[in-house]
């Protein structure tokens, strides 16, 4: 096992990767537990990183008669700097899969030609479109919704959605001039919260205004966020933020149709494993990721 771990190092070793893991394509995702220092996350499954869950949908939906093998390789800076020995050598079969975050607003940001990347902030966001959640909620139940919990559902959607937006907004603008963001990666779930499970989920307004304090104090300065566009709240902002709003909405139908709610993160790789079924049916997502197809196609030899 130790002979891997100069894989992701060394132009050789991605060349072989393929042949080694017996594969047509190699697909570089997040998550895992090392960022590339040890052999260990070439061999973790991918039901190990809900990252790799989503892309192996993916892979399935868009290359079903390839073998493709799914690794796990940590942070996205460390998957960037792999690319760039992929480009540099023109190394083909092995591609990085990566969350776009804000990267949409930064005009100069180029990718190299053998990184794909998530439609919104994450794949936590792509999952989360309000159809394609809707639509699983009714295939969980088996039946057509009721007339009356779906106006609420899409109610909540619409009271929600530019809310979002404004935060986003206001978390880009800290994180491009300060570096300290509004929400706390670490904990997605205080911007929303549930009274009790199965409520329906409220903004925790006192806590997003001492978070906006406290980045206000660490800022040590103005943000000028009039400067920023308003953002689309469930495309664009943090994706964890918007898989936990969605959640406890979804819990909440749940309790409707008088049906128990799964796991979080059972409900996520359900939504990862769904989305791509359905993807006919999302015309922006299925446009989206057919170019990230074709750009994958570019990488095989």
Not at 43 to 64: C, G, H, I, L, T
Not at 177 to 197: F, T
């Amino acid at each position: 096992m130790a002979t891997t771990k100069a894989f992701s190092r060394t132009p050789a070793g991605l060349s072989n990767l393929p042949r080694f893991f017996k594969a047509d394509l190699i697909f570089f995702v997040e998550g895992g537990k090392s960022n590339g220092s040890d052999a260990q996350s070439f061999y973790e499954q991918p039901n190990q990183s809900d990252d790799a869950v989503f892309w192996r949908a993916f892979a399935k939906r868009f290359f079903p008669n390839l073998s493709v093998h799914i690794a796990p390789r940590g942070r996205k800076l460390h998957l960037l700097d792999i690319a760039e020995k992929i480009e540099s050598e023109a190394i083909r079969n092995v591609v990085i899969a990566i969350d776009l975050d804000y990267d949409w607003s930064n005009s100069d940001r180029v990718y190299p030609h053998c990184v794909i990347t998530t439609y919104g902030y994450s794949w936590e966001n792509d999952v989360c479109c309000t159809e394609h959640i809707f639509d699983l909620v009714a295939d969980l139940f088996g039946n057509e919704l009721p007339r009356h919990i779906g106006n609420e559902f899409h109610e909540l959607i619409s009271k929600y959605k530019p809310i979002f937006s404004r935060i986003g907004t206001i978390d880009n603008a800290m994180l491009t001039y300060h570096a300290h963001p509004l929400i706390e990666r670490e904990k997605p779930g205080s911007v929303v919260v549930a009274r009790k499970k199965g409520d329906q989920p409220e903004l925790n307004f006192r806590g997003m205004c001492n978070n906006y304090r406290t980045a206000r104090s660490a800022a040590n300065g103005s943000v000028p966020v009039s400067k920023f566009q308003l953002i689309d709240g469930f495309s664009t902002l943090y994706g964890k933020v918007v898989l936990h709003f969605f959640y406890l909405t979804s819990s909440w139908l749940f309790q409707q149709l008088q049906l128990s709610s799964p796991r979080k993160d059972v409900f996520a790789r359900q939504l990862s494993i769904h989305l791509f079924k359905s993807l006919d049916d999302i015309a922006h997502l299925h446009a989206h990721y057919s170019a990230n197809a074709a750009r994958v196609g570019l990488c095989i030899k």
